[in-house]
């Protein structure tokens, strides 16, 4: 560890030099698209979740979509996946931000 730099800077300079940045979520990121693979990737591998995420994303580009969805769509979209709490609770908070904060995350 070199004295002096912030743990930060050491951070982004490991990603920069051997991180990954090819993932669908780092293509045009917006913090829906990131929500819904943070919420994917919890105890799943990144390879399994690709091919979710970008079914999951042809069919709920945005919270409204999502949160406008019936619940069984969702969880066929989900099916595969497992853990099926996350795609319930990931539509339920969906529904909170289209109601409370008009379809934008806050």
Known sequence: ???????????????????????PW???????RVWVSEIMLQQTRVQTVIPYYRRFMESFPDVVRLADAGS?????????????????NLQRA????????GGRLP
Do not use: C, N
Request: aromatic share 12%.
């Open 26 to 32: 780092q293509q045009r990121p917006t913090p829906y």
């Open 72 to 88: 069984d769509e969702v969880l066929h979209h989900w099916s595969g996946l497992g853990y099926y709490a996350r795609a319930r």
């Open 94 to 101: 969906a529904i909170l931000v289209r109601d409370r904060y």
């Open 1 to 23: 560890m070199k004295d002096g730099e912030p743990l930060a800077g050491r951070l982004l300079a490991w990603f920069e030099a051997h991180g990954r940045k090819d993932l």
